[in-house]
């Protein structure tokens, strides 16, 4: 198998297969959670929640940036190309955007209205 598209996905699946459960799981959760607070507080609200949980978010893209080649094994001196920085720098924005899309819904849901 080359590097190709689809066989970068099928390891990405065999991966995260055991996980996957649980992944699903949580992202019901979040959904649930994010409908009843746009429900509660309104969209107004959710979006002030949305804005104090950014910083949650650069804090995760900043932790994925510092700690993904050391999960992995490499070094920066291995952070030889494009690729490789384009896959850190994509990898620390998903982790970032998970982070502040699992913060999201439960500030939306437990911050008080500007009523």
Known sequence: MAFSFFGILAVLLEFIRPFL???L???MIELVLLVIALRK???LNSLRAFRSALPIGVVGFFVGILTIPWITGAERSNLA?????????GA??????VALLLVWPPLALFS???A
């Open 21 to 23: 459960p649980l992944i």
């Open 112 to 114: 008080r209205s500007q």
């Open 81 to 89: 190309g494009v690729i490789d920085w384009l896959s850190l720098f």
């Open 41 to 43: 507080n309104g969209l």
């Open 25 to 27: 799981a949580v992202i």
């Open 92 to 97: 620390s924005f998903l982790l970032g955007l």
